[in-house]
T-cell receptor, first 115, second 108 residues
Framework: EAQVTQNPRYLITVTGKKLTVTCSQN?????MSWYRQDPGLGLRQIYY???????DKGDVPEGYKVSRKEKRNFPLILESPSPNQTSLYFC??????????????FGPGTRLTVL | EDQVTQSPEALRLQEGESSSLNCSYT??????LFWYRQDPGKGPEFLFT???AGEEKEKERLKATLTKKESFLHITAPKPEDSATYLC?????????FGAGTTVTVRA
């Protein structure tokens, strides 16, 4: 089944404790992206990757890191989480990104709480 | 700065009562306008992509249209299963900017 998977689905942590949220897709997509969703603010793009080893900042990259060493995986790293990073996070992938092939498939979401 | 604004925030409809959702955008060099549906507790699900003013796309009871400044999602004779949050997003090459969404509730 074609899908985007995220782990963990729920996470409660404390300020400053490094964490990684994994994202994996099995559709051989080149483009992957991370978003956070907050009430009233909608989905905001954190980082995106056009292909292996190619990443760029979205609208809200502060406090996050990403890496794309393999085509299928795109982990999101919070090196020193703070309470304002409490949010619902989504990973997405699409065939090519850009204009063509930008139909994005979203993962199920990771609900993160930072105390 | 690219901005996408959706209205209304919430819409309550009776089954069969057609209506429209609005998405206005200010994006330099718009490369695509997307509509997604999001059910509670789930990730968004792709509905449509529109590329140029005048373009229309349909899927079941949904029809999306695009002008130079806005896009509309028309829901014709909605059913309770059309209840969801509808998101629009603009694309400027590789970056996507989403609106806050319109939550549609359809009562039987």
């Amino acid at each position: 089944e074609a899908q985007v998977t995220q782990n963990p689905r729920y996470l409660i942590t404390v300020t400053g404790k490094k964490l990684t949220v994994t994202c994996s897709q099995n559709m051989n997509h080149e483009y992957m992206s991370w978003y956070r969703q907050d009430p009233g603010l909608g989905l905001r793009q954190i980082y995106y990757s056009m292909n292996v080893e190619v990443t760029d900042k979205g609208d809200v990259p502060e406090g996050y890191k990403v890496s794309r060493k393999e085509k299928r995986n795109f982990p999101l790293i919070l090196e020193s989480p703070s309470p304002n990073q409490t949010s619902l996070y989504f990973c997405a992938s699409s065939l090519l990104g850009g204009i063509v092939g930008n139909e994005q498939f979203f993962g199920p979401g990771t609900r993160l709480t930072v105390l | 700065e690219d901005q996408v604004t959706q209205s209304p925030e919430a819409l309550r409809l009776q089954e069969g009562e057609s209506s429209s959702l609005n998405c206005s955008y200010t994006v330099s060099g718009l490369r695509g306008l997307f509509w997604y549906r999001q059910d509670p507790g789930k990730g968004p699900e792709f509905l449509f992509t529109l590329y140029s003013a005048g373009e229309e796309k349909e899927k079941e009871r949904l029809k999306a249209t695009l002008t130079k400044k806005e896009s509309f999602l028309h829901i014709t004779a909605p059913k309770p299963e059309d209840s969801a949050t509808y998101l629009c997003a603009s694309s400027n090459d590789y970056k996507l900017s989403f609106g806050a969404g319109t939550t549609v509730t359809v009562r039987a």
